[in-house]
């Protein structure tokens, strides 16, 4: 099927998916509670075993763990800012918004202005360790995971914010190589 934009590399459209990739992309359906599959996952699907690892990685940064999901969405939204990545910001700016998060503090944090948006403070350091993760992770201190852990973070939170931050790193870069943009971007045209 032809796309509304094709990203730089082919990709296998819902219609046309079969085995392991058709599965994949009904738990995603169901993951995400849309009946779409959002276009970067497409972007693995000519690799099963890429894309069931994408799926899974999702499944275990959203739908489980001990970290609130506007929370982790918002980190999705500050690394993806921090790294210029449209496709990523515009869409978990939408999930911030969709899990609780103000129109306007999803508009500061779109924005790259961490300190304008209104965030629990027990979660602000770790939204800024995200930028910092994201730009310099090497310059990442013991005094920044202590500063986290005094504001109430158990090692667990830290953890799960740090790896939602560096998934996005990697998922930030597999949308933009391959021309990913747009929202729906990849979609089936009618």
Known sequence: ????????????????????????????????????VPDVFKLASLRPDFLRVL???????FLRGVLPREVKETI??????????????????????AFGVSQESAQAIESGDIDG???DERYRGLLLLAAKVTQHAYKVTDEDI???????????EVLEGVFVACMFN????????????ELMQLREAQ
């Open 117 to 119: 948006a209104a965030v």
């Open 1 to 36: 099927m032809v796309t509304t934009a094709p990203a730089r590399i082919r990709v296998v459209q819902e219609s046309e998916a079969t085995g392991e990739t058709a599965e994949l992309y009904q738990r995603l359906r169901e993951a995400f509670r849309v009946p779409l």
């Open 170 to 181: 990697g998922i930030n870069r597999l949308a933009d190589t391959f021309g990913l943009f």
């Open 76 to 97: 999705a939204t500050v690394v993806s800012q921090t790294n210029a990545c449209q496709y990523c910001t515009r869409a978990h700016s939408l999930f911030m918004t």
């Open 55 to 61: 799926t899974d990685g999702y499944e275990s940064m």
């Open 146 to 156: 202590a500063a986290l852990k005094s504001a109430g973070l158990s090692d667990e």
